[in-house]
Each structure stands twice: as C-alpha cells, then as structure tokens.
C-alpha cells in the first residue's frame, strides 16, 4: 500500500485580536500590535490591564472601535475599560483623545541591547587559551547542575507543593518521595539568561543565606556555594516557585505570569484561561528569612515580558526552546533518594525554622542547631 504524506493543517493562532492606530495623516496603517480574547474568555476589563502596559497617550486615556477587514468603523459603540462582559476577536481602532503610540516593553530579549541572538543558541567563543567552547559550557561552569536539587528541595520546603496548583485547589501538596518527578524547581529568571542576570547585577538583590558568600563554609549552604564555584546566585530562591512538570512548562513559555505586588496570574493563552485571577499564596504564606519569596522585580520582568510576548505582532518571539537546565541530565536515583527527605511538615511535625538563630545582620550564621533533617540534603 503506498503511503501518502500526513497532511500538516494550518492551526489557527491564539493572538486573535489586532490592534491600529491613526497615522499623523489621519490615516489607519498596519497592525503591530495583537491580542488575544483567549478564546473569548478575557474580559474587556483585563484586556485594558494589558494595553495599559503598551498604550501611550497624550490624555491619558482611550478607547476601541471595531473595524472591519477593510479598517473601517463599524456601527458598534466604542468600547471602554468599564464596559461589561468579554472582548471578541476581531480589529480594533485605538481612539485616544491626543496622539497614540506604542510602549516599547522592557524584556528578557532586549533588555541587553548587545545581544543579537537567542539565548538558547550555543555560541561558540574562544577562550583566554585560544581553545573554542560553547557558552553553554561556560554557562554550566559557572551555574553548576548539583545546585539544581538544593534548589528544588528548598523551594519544596518553602512553597510545600505546586505554587499554581495550590492556589487554584487542584492537587495536594509534594507528599511521596514518588512525587519528585511530578515537581521541578522553576527559575523566573531562566538560566539561559545568565548573562542579563549579571549585566543587572541581579544577584546584589537576593538575600537567600544557603547561595550567601559568607556561608560557604556552613554545611547547609548550596553545593557551588559551598565549593566557592559560582557567586552568580542565579539558584537563589529569591529567582525560583516550585511547580509541577505542566506549569513549569506553561511558565517558561510565557502561558502565563504572577503579578509582582498582587501575586495574581494573568493568562495569556487560551490553555490557562482558567488560572486567571487566582492569588498564587504559597511562597508568601509563612515569610522566613531563611526561605526568602521570589523578588518583585523577578517577577515583574518576566510578567511584562509575557505581556510582549502574548501582544507582539510576531508572537513567540521571547519563548524559551530548551530547558533552563539543558546540560543537566538529572539526578541519579541514588541522589533522588538521597534528595527526597525533606519531611518536616510530611511526618506530622510542625516546621522548626522559627527556632533557627539568625538575623539580618548576621546572616552568614545558617550553622545552627535546628533540625535542618533533609533541607539541603545533597
């Protein structure tokens, strides 16, 4: 039987919305603005929250018009942040009381005005020896892969499941020593951006003691911490949630993003429509110094850069194609066993980290005598 080709349909994409201003000639040019109704699920009152971030005008405020396929107006009334119900996909005329323009967006992709690449491509580079190496191995060099399950585990003592999932009440909490492979530790400034973390000098704003310099002789400290490898502190907790396998994947592909003051999601795709809104609570619930919550202006980067992602007239365009730990392999089972005793509040015991001696002007001193059983068990 001869075998035809599989035929690749064309699937529709999620930015159903287009957007247009008028030229100084009173004129409609192209769209370079887009959005999507998720399905038609987004409110109108959400949608203005995402123009906000792109939308510039002289009176401060404005309001749409549908158009049709030829940019002309159509009978219905403007549309206005305080109109009810849900926005429709179709074109859409931006009418401002002045002139409108475009915001451009601070993100992960141009905020380093040198860079001309993915961050996911492995260049290559000569070293001081004249040798050729691929920034992917400096990367490791100096972010290296044996922090990635004292991440993990102290995200997991601090979040105690799923950050996303806890929130919306849809699984319990990181119970079973089985359950490791449902959970990973999620970076919100992802390791492929190693070299924007150091051109902010990202690392001056954590405060997590276990990536501190002045600890690394304490045996608790992170394993590069300890081995005075890396004082990049990109694996600071302060740069991570702990998720399961789905939302990490949702999260890094800019699906959607936590708000940095109200802690809600904002989803930008039609698959975590249903998360919208939700007050993720996990990583704020029970502040310790030990267990620092994700930094603000992490999270503010990565949710305004989710927002040009999900608007941009191109779409994707700051999407990570690999994982953050692309050259790590994973733990051995020997080590998922070794890893996995993190039991304080799974056993019935109340978490101790209130007892722990250490103060903000002594924060080199995690060497305590708390019960720190399976915190940083590497």
């Not at 287009?18 to 399905?39: K, P």
């Not at 972010?143 to 004292?150: A, F």
Request: aromatic share 8%.
């Amino acid at each position: 039987m001869q075998l035809s080709k599989v035929p690749n349909p064309q699937f529709p994409s999620i930015q159903d919305i287009s957007l247009y201003i008028r030229s100084a000639d009173d004129s409609i040019g192209d769209s370079n603005l887009c959005g999507s109704s998720l399905e038609g699920r987004r409110s109108i009152a959400d949608f203005f929250r995402l123009l906000d971030h792109v939308v510039v005008t002289t009176t401060g405020d404005y309001k749409l018009q549908k158009i049709n396929d030829t940019l002309s107006p159509l009978t219905n009334p403007p549309i206005e942040r305080s109109s009810p119900g849900n926005i429709t996909a179709g074109k859409y005329l931006i009418l401002g009381g002045g002139r409108v323009t475009f915001e451009t967006l601070v993100t992960f992709s141009n905020i380093l005005v040198a860079r001309t690449e993915s961050p996911t491509v492995k260049r290559i580079k000569r070293d001081g020896g004249g040798t050729i190496s691929s920034v992917s191995s400096v990367r490791s060099i100096r972010d290296p892969p044996d922090d990635s399950q004292s991440f993990k585990m102290r995200l997991v003592y601090r979040d105690k499941g799923c950050a996303v999932c806890l929130a919306a009440e849809i699984q319990a909490i990181y119970k079973y020593r089985e359950d490791s492979n449902r959970y990973e530790g999620a970076h919100i400034i992802a390791l492929a951006y190693h070299d924007l973390w150091d051109t902010k000098r990202f690392s001056a704003l954590v405060s997590d003691p276990f990536t501190d310099p002045a600890n690394a002789d304490s045996r608790f400290a992170s394993p590069s911490t300890r081995t005075k490898k890396d004082f990049r502190r990109i694996n600071s907790l302060e740069n991570g949630i702990l998720l399961c396998l789905q939302h990490h994947k949702d999260y890094d592909s800019f699906r959607f993003a936590i708000h940095p003051q109200t802690h809600q999601i904002f989803a930008f795709h039609p698959a975590t429509a249903a998360l919208q809104d939700v007050e993720v609570k996990a990583p704020w619930d029970s502040p310790n110094v030990l267990y620092p919550p994700p930094h603000p202006d992490f999270l503010k980067l990565h949710y305004v850069t989710s927002i040009a992602n999900a608007m941009k007239g191109s779409g994707g365009d700051y999407e990570l194609d690999v994982d953050d730990d692309d050259d790590y392999e994973g733990p051995s089972e020997l080590e998922e066993i070794r890893n996995e005793q993190v039991k304080i509040w799974l056993d019935g015991l109340s978490p101790t980290t209130s007892s722990f001696d250490f103060m903000v002007d002594n924060k080199g001193n995690i060497e305590t005598s708390a019960d720190m059983r399976g915190v940083v068990s590497v």
